[in-house]
C-alpha cells in the first residue's frame, strides 16, 4: 500500500490581506488631509497692523482688536478708569453670513463695590440677573483669574452681557463682557 504523498496545507494569507487594507485606508486619510490642510494654508491670508490682526480663511474671517474703542456696548461707571487702553474684541464672521464674537472691557474704580453694584442695578434694570459670592459660590472670573464678588448678567439666543465685580483694596474692577451674534453690540 502505497500512500499519496498528503498535499501541503496553503498558508492563510487572510490577515495579510486585512492589514493590506487597513494600511491602504490609514495612507488614504492622511492623504487627503494632507490635501485638505495644503489648501487651507494656501487659501489663509493674515493682515496684521498694529493693535488688529485679521485672518481670512475658507472657513470665514477672524478679526482681532479691531479699533473700536467700547466694544461690548455696556455702560461705565462714573469716574472709573479703564485698565487697557481700548477694549478686546474677537469677532468670527462665516462665509455664510453668521457673524459671532467676544468682547471686553477692564476699568477700576475707588468707589466702594456696593456703591458700584447699586449703580449698576438701576442702570442695567431687571433683566439683567444679579448673583453675589456670599457663599463661594459664584463661578465668574474677573480679570487676571480673580473670582468675582458680584455679576450683572442678561442672556438671550443673541448671546450674553455680563458686568462682573470684583472687591479690590482701594475700591472696585469691572469686567464688561458681551459674548454672542455680532448685532447685538
Same mark, same amino acid.
Given at each position: 500500500?502505497?500512500?499519496?504523498? =498528503?498535499?501541503?496545507?496553503?498558508?492563510?494569507? /487572510? +490577515?495579510?490581506?486585512?492589514?493590506? +487594507?487597513?494600511?491602504?485606508?490609514?495612507?488614504?486619510?492622511?492623504?487627503?488631509?494632507?490635501?485638505? /490642510?495644503?489648501?487651507?494654508?494656501?487659501?489663509?491670508?493674515?493682515?496684521?497692523?498694529? !493693535?488688529?490682526? *485679521?485672518? *481670512? =480663511?475658507?472657513?470665514?474671517?477672524?478679526?482681532?482688536?479691531?479699533?473700536? =474703542?467700547?466694544?461690548?456696548?455696556?455702560?461705565?461707571?462714573?469716574?472709573?478708569?479703564?485698565?487697557?487702553?481700548?477694549?478686546?474684541?474677537?469677532?468670527?464672521?462665516?462665509?455664510?453670513?453668521?457673524?459671532?464674537?467676544?468682547? #471686553? *472691557?477692564?476699568? =477700576?474704580?475707588?468707589?466702594?463695590? &456696593?456703591?458700584?453694584?447699586?449703580?449698576?442695578?438701576?442702570?442695567?434694570?431687571?433683566?439683567?440677573?444679579?448673583?453675589?459670592?456670599? &457663599?463661594?459660590?459664584?463661578?465668574?472670573?474677573?480679570?487676571?483669574?480673580? !473670582?468675582?464678588?458680584?455679576?450683572?448678567? @442678561?442672556?438671550? @439666543?443673541?448671546?450674553?452681557?455680563?458686568?462682573?465685580?470684583?472687591?479690590?483694596? @482701594?475700591? /472696585?474692577?469691572? #469686567?464688561?463682557?458681551?459674548?454672542? !451674534?455680532? *448685532? +447685538?453690540?
Amino acid at each position: 500500500m502505497s500512500s499519496a504523498p =498528503t498535499p501541503k496545507p496553503r498558508p492563510n494569507n /487572510a +490577515i495579510w490581506w486585512i492589514l493590506g +487594507i487597513i494600511g491602504g485606508a490609514i495612507a488614504l486619510l492622511i492623504a487627503a488631509g494632507l490635501i485638505f /490642510a495644503g489648501y487651507f494654508i494656501r487659501h489663509v491670508s493674515v493682515n496684521d497692523s498694529g !493693535k488688529k490682526v *485679521e485672518i *481670512e =480663511t475658507p472657513a470665514g474671517t477672524l478679526r482681532v482688536n479691531n479699533d473700536e =474703542t467700547r466694544p461690548t456696548g455696556l455702560p461705565v461707571y462714573p469716574g472709573a478708569t479703564p485698565d487697557k487702553s481700548e477694549g478686546t474684541r474677537v469677532e468670527f464672521s462665516a462665509q455664510n453670513g453668521a457673524d459671532v464674537g467676544v468682547s #471686553t *472691557e477692564d476699568y =477700576t474704580t475707588s468707589d466702594d463695590l &456696593d456703591k458700584v453694584a447699586a449703580w449698576y442695578a438701576e442702570k442695567l434694570g431687571p433683566k439683567y440677573l444679579r448673583e453675589s459670592n456670599t &457663599d463661594g459660590t459664584l463661578h465668574a472670573r474677573g480679570p487676571h483669574g480673580s !473670582k468675582a464678588d458680584v455679576v450683572f448678567e @442678561s442672556k438671550s @439666543s443673541e448671546g450674553a452681557r455680563i458686568v462682573a465685580l470684583t472687591k479690590q483694596s @482701594s475700591g /472696585a474692577q469691572i #469686567t464688561l463682557v458681551r459674548a454672542g !451674534k455680532k *448685532e +447685538i453690540q
